[in-house]
């Protein structure tokens, strides 16, 4: 029996004593081999964390594993960044981030903080270790942050109004002051106080007569307490922020502000023209006085300390002048500017070479006159402003005027068409009429005449009506009007050659008559047909042979049969007589004589 049980008991301690050997052995998978680990703190920027930053800035840290060995294998695994809020990496840390190495042993950087506030700051990296390397903690890496900076400005503003100090607050006036403080960076509203302290100077020197402690809401000062009701006198507020755990302490520049006695202007609300003078005075409150222009709608200007007011050169405004005491009162008075110079008739529209006289209201006198743009090769009276267009039509002239006190007032003169002629260059048979009609201009007073009369032709002067003369060739009409513009058209003047039958041209050679079907007259000759003004004039002999004939305008048969000789001369007395009747029936017919085209006889 007692062995059976000392046999269970040697069974139960082998088991113990291998378990033991599994556990307490170390791991066959450990790593021997070492390495260290170095790592850098960096900023926002990806620079290394230096002296600088101020609260607000963010941070992440580097790691960089560096093995042992000639020939070190590549390290794997993970590596733990820490983040502690104090700079020794004491305690537990405020953030842990875990990267896995990058296959050639790189270690990735940790992500960035938050906006850090001020204060220290500590990052430690832990290497986790492989089958190659066994576990590694870099140094600890201490770092601070230091207090943002702040500014704080400060503004008065008048307690009855709301609205800023004007400085013409007079005794019994209250104030309080409102300080803004800047430099919050995202993530870190300011907190703590702003301290307002009321002075009676102007400099903040001194004791202050009053103080106020406002404490920052959202990182926004409240405004301080109003004062009580303030004699005249110079005062001034001081502001000054505490700062707190982020951000430093700050002071406002010193804001001076006065209370003035009742103090008076004159003259009161006077007017003036541009450029003109106003001698302003001042009475009451605190001598000496300042004044000055708060509105200037002229562009005006005003002694500092005399007063003396001369008005811009823009009129139809306002301007504002103000005088200031020494004790900071003010009083004003508003300056109406009258309208300024113009120039009367205004845009006006006018023929070349017409003339207008131009005058001028407003302004200073004297007046000069001159053409700010001369498209028309017009002229004007330096002195008069009387004007005269040029000749050159459809164009714009600028008229400009500049008074005494050198303001100028300009107006366009819009200058009308020229003469033109219609019909425009028109081509006409010899011994053609045309009524020619003339336009633009003045419109009135047009006079006719031929520029030149290749042709013969006439015209009269004063209706217009052209004659074309006896030769073929270039007539050049013209036409003015009563201003001197002129205006010109050619006139073509021809002997147009008559259509045959089958659309030849009648005459040439010896085959110059045709039949009336369209054949070659018989026998020959050297003659040619031409029309003229609806006429057939022949050139030359009568065509031999062949009955046909000729036929002028007027329907008169010439020329049948065979000439020569005295037969031939009568037939061209014969032929001239009928052409001569038939253009003068034509002309006081006035009715298609141009286009009228002789017919070959039968």
């Given at each position: ?168 607050e007079l005794a019994g006036a209250k104030a309080y002051d409102v300080a803004t403080v800047a430099g919050g ?92 003078s106003i001698a302003f005075s001042a009475s009451g409150g605190t001598p000496p006085y300042t004044f000055s ?310």
């Amino acid at each position: 029996m007692s062995t059976g049980r000392w046999g269970w008991r040697g069974i139960v301690a082998a088991v113990v004593a291998v378990v033991a050997t599994f556990w307490l052995e170390p791991s066959a998978s450990a790593g021997t081999g070492t390495l260290t680990v170095a790592t850098v703190v960096m900023d926002g920027t990806a620079a290394a964390w230096g002296t600088t930053e101020v609260a607000g800035a963010v941070a992440y840290d580097t790691a960089t594993l560096t093995p042992t060995g000639a020939t070190p294998p590549t390290p794997t695994g993970t590596l733990t960044y820490s983040l502690f809020t104090n700079g020794t990496c004491n305690g537990t840390a405020s953030k842990t981030e875990t990267v896995t190495l990058k296959a050639d042993g790189t270690v990735p950087a940790g992500s960035s903080t938050t906006a850090l506030a001020a204060g220290s700051y500590s990052y430690s990296a832990a290497y986790a270790g492989d089958t190659s390397y066994a576990a590694a903690t870099g140094p600890c890496e201490p770092f601070t942050v230091g207090k943002a900076p702040t500014s704080v400005t400060s503004a008065v503003d008048d307690a009855a109004t709301s609205g800023a100090w004007s400085g013409g607050e007079l005794a019994g006036a209250k104030a309080y002051d409102v300080a803004t403080v800047a430099g919050g960076v995202a993530g870190l509203t300011a907190t703590g106080s702003v301290t307002y302290s009321l002075f009676k100077n102007a400099t903040c020197s001194g004791t202050a007569s009053t103080t106020d402690t406002e404490t920052l809401a959202g990182g926004v000062a409240p405004k301080s307490t109003a004062t009580a009701a303030l004699g005249a006198g110079s005062y001034s507020f001081g502001a000054t922020y505490s700062g707190d755990a982020s951000y430093a302490t700050s002071t406002a520049p010193c804001a001076p502000f006065s209370v003035g006695a009742t103090l008076a202007l004159s003259p009161q609300s006077p007017s003036t023209p541009p450029s003109g003078s106003i001698a302003f005075s001042a009475s009451g409150g605190t001598p000496p006085y300042t004044f000055s222009l708060s509105t200037n709608g002229s562009g005006g200007t005003i002694g500092a300390s005399t007063g003396a007011y001369t008005a811009g050169t823009a009129g139809g405004t306002s301007d504002t002048v103000l005088v200031k005491d020494s004790a900071g009162a003010t009083a004003s008075t508003t300056v109406t500017v009258t309208a300024g110079l113009a120039v009367v008739p205004a845009n006006p529209s006018v023929w070349p070479r017409d003339s207008v006289a131009f005058q001028a209201e407003g302004g200073v006198s004297p007046y000069t006159w001159a053409l700010a743009t001369n498209a028309s090769g017009g002229s004007i009276s330096a002195t008069t402003g009387e004007y005269t267009a040029g000749a050159t039509a459809g164009v714009t002239d600028v008229v400009k005027v500049t008074d005494g006190a050198g303001s100028t007032a300009t107006t366009n003169v819009k200058v009308g068409a020229g003469v033109t002629i219609t019909p425009a260059s028109p081509t006409v048979s010899v011994g053609t009429s045309i009524d020619f009609l003339a336009q633009g201009g003045n419109g009135i007073g047009f006079t006719w005449a031929m520029v030149s009369s290749g042709s013969g032709g006439t015209i009269h002067a004063s209706t217009g009506s052209y004659t074309a003369g006896g030769t073929p060739g270039t007539d050049v009409v013209g036409v003015t009007d009563s201003l001197g513009n002129a205006g010109s058209t050619t006139v073509t003047v021809t002997l147009a050659a008559k259509p045959g039958a089958d659309g030849g041209v009648d005459g040439g050679g010896s085959d110059a008559g045709r039949r009336p079907d369209g054949g070659a007259a018989d026998g020959g000759g050297d003659g040619s047909a031409l029309a003229v003004d609806g006429g057939l004039l022949l050139d030359g002999a009568l065509p031999d042979g062949g009955p046909g004939g000729f036929v002028n305008g007027s329907g008169c048969s010439v020329g049948a049969g065979r000439a020569s000789g005295a037969g031939s001369r009568l037939a061209w007395g014969v032929l001239g007589l009928a052409l001569l009747v038939a253009r003068r029936r034509r002309r006081s017919s006035r009715k298609g004589a141009a286009g009228r085209s002789m017919a070959r006889g039968t």
